[in-house]
């Protein structure tokens, strides 16, 4: 009997010694291996605007609607303008209009179109002078925006 105390006692030991060792060895390894998720395509941010693609998307469309002249080129950021913000230049955008030289472009006609889709933006156009400022911008006469509508932001 004294023989199998010990044999049970070793045995005990045994067990003891194995599962620290692969609970220490486990601790150093993750569980499972990382998975790697490929890396998003880098995305152009234009503020809440709409995205590039939409914006040349709906052009030829709402060009041909408003008689707006969609010239190729990439999208200003429209906000630079005073009191046009990120939900605004979305409507804009979505109406084909992403361009400076765009805006300031419009006929009274085109501006009467655009402001009656508006929505709660109507009367901004020329509240807030868009045109005039977009036109300042078009032609790079920061100077000239600067002192008639104040620093520009952005």
Known sequence: MGNNYYLVAIAAIVIAILAVVL???GRGQPSAPPTQTPAAAPREEHHDHITDA???ATAD???QFL???TTPGGPDDLTRLKG???KAA???NGMGV?????LAALSPAQIAKIDAAMGAFAGRIQRDQWVEQARLLASGDIPGFEAKFGKLGG
């Open 90 to 92: 979305g409507v804009l």
């Open 23 to 25: 609970v220490l060895r």
């Open 98 to 102: 992403s361009q400076y030289a765009q």
């Open 67 to 69: 008689g707006i002249d």
């Open 54 to 56: 939409a914006a040349v």
């Open 84 to 86: 046009l913000g990120p």
């Open 61 to 63: 469309i709402a060009g």
